[in-house]
């Protein structure tokens, strides 16, 4: 079930562990002592023999019960190797994985599927692929060429194309720089809002923006003519019935989240595609967008869960904590969490949970993040098969499953609920938004995730 896109993508250049707050207006300071503001160096006083223990249990997840001693010793050799090679290499302070290391994690994931295989069988699951005759964002070019000169019309479309072309190559670094480049042109012009269209430009191909909203310091949702951001203009019956999806997510999330909202977008691929997402509008995450797709705004109960998995994106991913950079060659210790254009701040909450749950597993994601069989090595660990598609996204899974659900379904679980119970805060917003599911008589399915037909072959 996807939920979101955008910011909450990790890519893996190299395999490295180089790897948000109740309100934007308020900075949280985490409780002394709590989860997230544990000191993130390695401690040198830990004997490396109950570590790697450790992360060898952590690695097999549910493999452990079952595993052959074999496949133990055979893993947990390889593993003390790769953590002979990281602890030597951070000890000059270099932290991008060598070749040797990189080649050694790519041998433990290659048993941990062959032991996965054994144990659950075959994978059979193919995600659709996407339909390459679809490009919504052409209209929004073919709008703008009534208010942009040829000149500019002709910069702003290579732009564009230069961007698609590089996530087709999942070559990342393009961001910023294209992002100010088409604020740069488009912010020539007065009447047109050069953030909301940088948004609809360089959104996926196959979302269908119908109409952005900007968020009032009151909280509301005002329309915004598409003649400001290149969508099509709509009518007041139109406009209307899109403002009835800002109250379907607010009669779920308190309004004073939104205090650093600039946008509410409505639009989308189509109902079961991509649910929602949150993505900041500038470069720091102080600003931010929610798109809901009114395709998924269903009366099966499952968009609570969304909306509530997006907010905290926002609240995990703020400038409050994690710092974003325009340098994503730029490495970490494997204790600290970062991804291709940010890094937790020390006492932020994906700092804590990234140490607590997924330190010891990183790598072996991190060889493969599309890999099926690290789902199900380490089903009892998520809620959903989505959690485990990167570290921010078992956060957000797992909160909304934290808020929502009546309970854990495994220890493990209810471990990461227990952690964000530890935030006073934390509390007080499930609090509040159940008050508010409540009050407005709103559904949410006692499932986070319906079981889907079976997608294993027999184990052989």
Same mark, same amino acid.
């Given at each position: 079930?996807?939920?979101? @896109? ?15 707050? /109740? ?12 989860? +997230? #503001? ?12 109950? !570590? ?19 496949? &133990? ?9 790769? $953590? ?26 290659? /048993? ?9 069988? &075959? !994978? ?51 961001? $910023? !720089? ?15 809002? %050069? ?6 430009? /360089?959104? =996926? ?42 109250? %379907? ?15 509410? &977008?409505?639009?989308? =691929? ?22 809901? *797709? ?5 009366? *099966? ?27 994503? *060659? ?21 700092? +804590? ?26 089903? #009892? ?5 989505? %959690? ?41 917003? @499930? ?30």
């Amino acid at each position: 079930m996807k939920r979101g @896109k955008g910011i909450s993508r990790v890519l893996v250049v190299v395999l490295v562990v180089a790897c948000a707050l /109740l309100f934007t207006t308020t900075c949280i300071d985490l409780p002394e002592g709590s989860v +997230g #503001s544990t000191d993130s160096k390695i401690i040198a006083s830990k004997p490396v023999q109950e !570590d790697e223990q450790a992360k060898l249990t952590a690695l097999l997840g549910d493999l452990n019960k079952d595993a052959p001693e074999k496949v &133990k010793q055979d893993v947990g050799t390889l593993l003390h190797k790769a $953590v002979d090679l990281r602890q030597e290499r951070e000890s000059k302070e270099n932290y991008k994985m060598s070749e040797k290391e990189y080649v050694l994690w790519e041998k433990i994931t290659g /048993l941990l599927d062959k032991e996965t295989i054994r144990q659950f069988g &075959k !994978d059979n699951y193919k995600e659709d692929e996407p339909n390459p005759k679809l490009d919504y964002g052409k209209d929004t070019m073919a709008n703008l060429k009534k208010t942009l000169s040829k000149e500019d019309w002709e910069k702003l479309n290579k732009l564009r194309n230069e961007y698609f072309k590089s996530t087709a190559n999942e070559d990342e670094e393009y961001d $910023v !720089d294209i992002v100010a480049e088409i604020k740069g042109i488009v912010g020539k012009y007065k009447g047109l809002d %050069a953030d909301a269209i940088q948004l609809n430009l /360089l959104d =996926d191909k196959s979302q269908k923006n119908l109409g952005i909203f900007c968020i009032t310091p009151e909280c509301k949702a005002v329309y915004q003519d598409g003649s400001k951001n290149g969508l099509d203009s709509l009518s007041k019956g139109e406009q209307k019935k899109l403002e009835k999806d800002w109250k %379907a997510v607010t009669d779920i999330l308190p309004e004073e989240l939104f205090a650093s909202f600039k946008y509410f &977008k409505v639009g989308g =691929d189509g109902e079961s595609g991509t649910y929602a997402y949150v993505i900041p509008v500038d470069d720091q995450g102080k600003t931010w967008c929610m798109t809901v *797709d009114p395709a998924d705004i269903t009366d *099966d109960g499952l968009f609570p869960y969304t909306v509530v998995h997006e907010m905290c994106h926002y609240l995990t991913l703020n400038e409050k904590q994690v710092e974003y950079y325009r340098d994503s *060659d730029k490495y970490y210790p494997e204790d600290r969490y970062s991804d291709w254009e940010c890094v937790a701040k020390e006492d932020s909450y994906l700092q +804590g949970y990234y140490k607590a749950f997924w330190k010891d597993i990183i790598n072996d994601w991190a060889t493969d993040p599309e890999n099926p069989y690290f789902y199900y090595r380490h089903q #009892s660990e998520f809620v959903t098969g989505y %959690a485990a598609t990167e570290c921010a996204e078992d956060l957000a899974e797992c909160f909304c499953a934290y808020v929502l659900l009546d309970s854990a379904d495994t220890p493990n679980i209810q471990a990461k609920f227990d952690f964000f119970d530890s935030y006073p805060e934390l509390r007080q917003l @499930k609090k509040q938004i159940l008050k508010k599911v409540k009050d407005n008589d709103v559904y949410v399915n006692p499932e986070i995730e319906p079981q889907d037909e079976e997608i294993f072959e027999d184990a052989a």
